[in-house]
């Protein structure tokens, strides 16, 4: 295979030979011009031939906090890896590699387009929920129909729910918001605070209020009896409603944080407009909730 064509062309197209850190990965670097701002990027492909769709990383993503907010999180990993070739509707044909490469480059502006215009899809976001929330574990039991009533479990390093006796015991609330809204500020997505997290929700205001109230309850009916002096382990699994006119439903996810002593009292008293500033230290596991053919034991 002959790449010299390919490096000729990409030459028009601004982009230059380059390499890929510690590998001998085919790379090259450049720059695509959406609305007026340059963007660099790098291509690289898999190996030293361009034997597939090559993957494309913004150049210094991680240090451009004004690029971060203007293109937010849908497509773009953490690393500045941009997603955006859909594998079950594109094939790379290797004796077109050279035609296969320029589209390549279309999409890729044509997103980056997008997505500065503001026009990004609630259904991509959607579908792609699972990357972009990368869940620390793995909730798999089923069938998940009555949610209030379970518990974390944890043996032979899974971890599923299982239903408690009471709904009193489980330290878990369900919650349903109407969707999943798309963040807005890449520096805190995907939550790993609990102050993180409620600046998600506080996106959909609505949502927001109601997921606050379900806490104070929550937090209420642990604590019966209890002296609050000591941090309280929390958990809520989130069952968005979905949208009739999305292709693909919601995933379900849920999250699990400890309240602090000052943190719980704050909920008991109902003083929530401290939770965000008191929630700042407080580290957020997430989860995205499957269900399993088999529960294991």
């Known amino acids: 295979m002959d790449i010299s064509s390919l490096t000729t062309h990409l030459k028009t197209q601004g982009f230059r030979p380059s390499f890929f850190e510690g590998t001998n990965r085919l790379a090259y670097r450049g720059a695509v011009t959406i609305c007026g701002r ?5 291509l690289v492909f898999k190996s030293q031939y361009p034997t597939d769709f ?3 990383y913004i ?4 240090n451009d906090l004004t690029l971060q907010q203007k293109l937010g999180v849908v497509n773009i990993s953490k690393e500045g890896k941009l997603c955006y070739i859909d594998p079950v509707r594109w094939w790379w044909d290797s004796s077109k590699f050279l035609n296969f490469t320029q589209t390549a480059i279309n999409i890729i502006k044509q997103i980056l387009t997008d997505k500065i215009q503001g026009n990004v899809e609630k259904e991509q976001f959607i579908r792609d ?3 972009y929330w990368n869940g ?7 069938p998940l129909t ?8 944890t043996a032979e390093k899974l971890t599923w729910l299982e239903r408690n006796k009471t709904n009193a015991e489980s330290p878990f ?3 349903q918001p109407r969707s999943l809204p798309i963040p807005e500020n890449y520096c805190a997505w995907p939550p790993s605070t609990l102050s993180d997290f409620l600046d998600w929700l506080r996106l959909d205001p609505s949502s927001y209020k109601a997921w606050i109230n379900a806490l104070v309850i929550k937090v209420a009916t642990l604590s019966k009896g209890q002296k609050c002096d000591k941090p ?7 069952i968005p409603e979905g949208t009739p006119d999305l292709k693909v439903h919601p995933p379900n996810i849920a999250v699990s944080f400890s309240l602090n002593a000052q943190l719980r009292n704050a909920l008991l008293g109902r003083r929530t407009k401290y939770i965000t500033a008191l929630s700042e230290n407080s580290k957020l596991r997430r989860y995205e909730i499957k269900r399993a053919e088999a529960t294991p034991v």
């Not at 620390?136 to 089923?142: D, F, I």
């Open 38 to 42: 340059p963007i660099a990027i790098k």
């Open 54 to 56: 090559p993957d494309a």
């Open 59 to 62: 150049e210094c993503w991680e």
């Open 129 to 131: 929920f699972g990357a």
């Open 136 to 142: 620390e574990g793995v909730y798999s039991k089923a």
């Open 146 to 153: 009555i949610y209030d009533d379970y518990r974390l479990r």
């Open 173 to 175: 609330f369900c919650f």
């Open 232 to 238: 309280l382990a929390v958990g809520s699994i989130i």
